[in-house]
């Protein structure tokens, strides 16, 4: 039965509004416990699709909600009691009001104010501009206003290497003084260290052609002066 101040002619019409505001009721009566799950679903789906002010009262005429008033928003909050426990499709009503008033909210903004449509370009990337292709370094003797010249990292490579063939294998350690010049006769001795040992590496310049520096190296063990008697 209508609680008394609740009834309406059968022909006003039922709003959006006015339906979200029973199922906000329907969803407060099922967490306190007047409603189960099944009757929750089904007073929530008859709610959504009621024509009338009528239908919608006849949903909650047995609970003990006060009747709302359709000619206000609804400010009904769902509360939730912590002594029953809430299952996945009892809450669909409760979605479909919060989807319901976010779109009257939506377009009572979109009436009020303006807001652009039209999508903002990104700044375009600048361009960069082309660039030469970086040549792959080649090895080789350089050769510069002084004249050719062997660099020092080659002096040490070739020390290095003619160490490993006469010893079986890599120095630990080789020191060279710098470049060594491309002439004739050019000389440098390197020092090597060696598992305790060192060495000595005589490098002579035995022929030039172009950029291309000919060497001889002669490698020799320092051998310490003998102890005193």
């Given at each position: 039965?209508m609680?008394?101040?609740?009834?309406?002619?059968?022909s006003?019409?039922?709003?959006?509004?006015?339906?979200?505001?029973v199922?906000?009721?329907?969803?407060n009566?099922y967490?306190?416990?007047e409603l189960?799950?099944?009757e929750?679903?089904q007073?929530?789906s008859?709610?959504?699709?009621?024509?009338?002010?009528?239908?919608?009262?006849?949903?909650i005429?047995d609970l003990?909600?006060?009747?709302?008033?359709?000619t206000?928003?609804?400010?009904?909050a769902?509360?939730?009691?912590?002594?029953?426990?809430w299952?996945v499709?009892?809450?669909?009503c409760?979605?479909?009001a919060?989807a319901?008033l976010g779109?009257?909210?939506?377009?009572?903004?979109?009436?009020?104010?303006?807001?652009?449509t039209?999508?903002?370009a990104a700044?375009?990337a600048?361009v960069a501009?082309p660039?030469?292709?970086?040549?792959?370094?080649t090895?080789?003797?350089?050769s510069?206003s002084?004249?050719?010249?062997?660099?020092l990292?080659?002096?040490v490579?070739t020390v290095?290497?003619?160490?490993?063939?006469?010893l079986g294998h890599a120095?630990e350690?080789?020191n060279?003084p710098?470049?060594l010049a491309g002439?004739?006769?050019?000389?440098?001795r390197?020092?090597?260290?060696?598992h305790?040992k060192?060495?000595?590496a005589?490098?002579t310049v035995t022929?030039v052609?172009?950029?291309r520096?000919?060497?001889?190296?002669?490698?020799?063990?320092?051998?310490?002066?003998?102890?005193?008697p």
């Amino acid at each position: 039965m209508m609680q008394p101040g609740s009834s309406y002619r059968d022909s006003t019409r039922a709003s959006d509004a006015d339906r979200a505001q029973v199922c906000a009721i329907l969803d407060n009566a099922y967490a306190d416990g007047e409603l189960d799950a099944d009757e929750h679903r089904q007073r929530c789906s008859s709610a959504m699709s009621a024509k009338t002010h009528v239908q919608l009262l006849e949903l909650i005429s047995d609970l003990q909600a006060p009747p709302p008033v359709f000619t206000q928003q609804p400010t009904i909050a769902v509360k939730v009691s912590p002594n029953r426990k809430w299952i996945v499709g009892a809450t669909a009503c409760g979605v479909a009001a919060v989807a319901i008033l976010g779109f009257i909210i939506a377009a009572w903004h979109s009436g009020s104010s303006s807001s652009p449509t039209a999508p903002v370009a990104a700044p375009n990337a600048p361009v960069a501009a082309p660039t030469a292709p970086v040549q792959a370094p080649t090895k080789s003797f350089n050769s510069d206003s002084t004249g050719t010249y062997l660099p020092l990292a080659d002096v040490v490579a070739t020390v290095s290497g003619d160490f490993q063939d006469d010893l079986g294998h890599a120095p630990e350690h080789v020191n060279c003084p710098g470049d060594l010049a491309g002439q004739v006769g050019a000389f440098e001795r390197c020092s090597i260290v060696d598992h305790g040992k060192r060495y000595t590496a005589d490098v002579t310049v035995t022929a030039v052609n172009g950029i291309r520096i000919t060497t001889h190296e002669s490698i020799n063990e320092v051998v310490p002066p003998p102890s005193g008697p």
